[in-house]
């Protein structure tokens, strides 16, 4: 957070006069296990990582009582998701298993509108699959980076916006870390 927050400022400068005397606040307090429990008030939140995805970060939060999900960046849903050099298809994958598992009603997304189980699914978690086993295969068979992100057939993710421009960028990044597994 230290080393990015700069970015992240640099990045809300649209904001212009609103942003004035922004200053970033790092936590106090840190999560150490990957399942931690909290009562705040009465309602239960249960912090759930899984080693990030989108970012190294990324974690969900559980409401259960109320079956509603905050996935942050685990979920993009109506946009193709995003992929960044710090970014991990795997581990991704690893945190949204949490959401199959927990089976909220409702997800916050980090991206998009509030969703459905089902609407992630397809939206984040099949994209990433898809890309994965695309790449996996190619980098096994050989095939160079260029072949290789020409024939991922991202028509089923056609839907989400970006998609014509992002889905060849996450087919090249995909496949470099793929070559790194």
Known sequence: ????????????????????????????????????????????????????GHTPGDMVVWLPQKSVLFAGDVVYVDRVLGLHP???????????????????????????????????????????LALRAHMKKAVDDGVDLSAAVKTFDGKPFSNLKHADVWIPQLANQTYLEMERE
Not at 14 to 36: I, N, W
Not at 96 to 124: C, E, S, W
């Open 1 to 52: 957070m230290k080393k990015r927050s700069g970015e992240h400022l640099e990045g809300l400068k649209v904001l212009k006069e609103r942003l004035d005397g922004t200053v970033p606040t790092l936590p106090t307090r840190f999560v150490a296990d990957q399942d931690t429990r909290l009562e705040l008030g009465g309602t239960v939140l249960e912090l759930k990582y899984r080693k990030g």
């Open 86 to 128: 710090v970014s991990n298809t795997r581990n991704w994958l690893e945190s949204f298993a949490v959401i199959d598992a927990l089976k909220p009603q409702t997800i916050v997304p980090g991206h998009g509108n509030v969703t459905n189980r089902a609407t992630a699914q397809a939206h984040t978690r099949d994209l990433l």
